[in-house]
T-cell receptor
Framework: GAGVSQSPSNKVTEKGKDVELRCDPISGHTALYWYRQSLGQGLEFLIYFQGNSAPDKSGLPSDRFSAERTGGSVSTLTIQRTQQEDSAVYLC???????????????FGPGTRLTVL | RKEVEQDPGPFNVPEGATVAFNCTYSNSASQSFFWYRQDCRKEPKLLMSVYSSGNEDGRFTAQLNRASQYISLLIRDSKLSDSATYLCVVRGGGFKTIFGAGTRLFVKA
């Protein structure tokens, strides 16, 4: 079946512009996560959606970052007034339930590589 | 102190070697543990979950030591295709997932 997809695969923008990154999770997965990975670094948790529950936004680095998930499926991560330090690969993952447990595997999309000039 | 710490390596080993990675975590309430593999410029993929009793999947063995708050990954009979970055992953009682920065492995012929 189809995996997690993300678009665009690459995005180059100028400092100060807004960008939107899209994630299509695996069908039927109720949990969706956003991470970012800077060059040579580990994954940094950004935000988590689980079903109809309020999202956990504790990982968002500033109020320039926001995300929504419409209809419990597609998610959009928006970065306003981009800065050069926002340059990174933004990864989306989905899992069946998201309730933890050793069987709740996260499946990752290929990521969006964001470059802010 | 980082919530999840790993030796960044790189580990350079010959084919056929046995190599082990450790990972320490700071939150004693952590409940789920995983090893993910990430190839260069690719997304992470689950390698194996780590169970309290330890578990084995072919050439890979994972162990959990709750008392000392570390997990380990042992790779036997290393293959060239094992070259990758290995990410230690820890989850708390809910959903927040903490990834280590990864350990780089290079297996050479």
């Amino acid at each position: 079946g189809a995996g997690v997809s993300q678009s665009p695969s690459n995005k180059v923008t100028e400092k100060g512009k807004d960008v939107e990154l899209r994630c299509d999770p695996i069908s039927g997965h109720t949990a969706l996560y956003w991470y970012r990975q800077s060059l040579g670094q580990g994954l940094e948790f950004l935000i988590y959606f689980q079903g109809n529950s309020a999202p956990d936004k504790s990982g968002l680095p500033s109020d320039r970052f926001s995300a929504e998930r419409t209809g419990g499926s597609v998610s959009t991560l928006t970065i306003q007034r981009t800065q050069q330090e926002d340059s990174a690969v933004y990864l989306c993952a989905s899992s069946l339930e998201g309730r933890g447990g050793s069987t709740d595997t996260q499946y990752f999309g290929p990521g969006t590589r964001l470059t802010v000039l | 102190r980082k919530e999840v710490e790993q030796d960044p390596g790189p580990f350079n080993v010959p084919e056929g070697a046995t190599v082990a990675f450790n990972c320490t975590y700071s939150n004693s309430a952590s409940q789920s543990f995983f090893w993910y593999r990430q190839d260069c410029r690719k997304e992470p993929k689950l390698l194996m979950s780590v169970y309290s009793s330890g578990n084995e999947d072919g050439r890979f063995t994972a162990q959990l030591n709750r008392a000392s708050q570390y997990i380990s990954l042992l790779i036997r009979d290393s293959k060239l295709s094992d070259s990758a970055t290995y990410l230690c992953v820890v989850r708390g009682g809910g959903f927040k997932t903490i990834f280590g920065a990864g350990t780089r492995l290079f297996v050479k012929a």
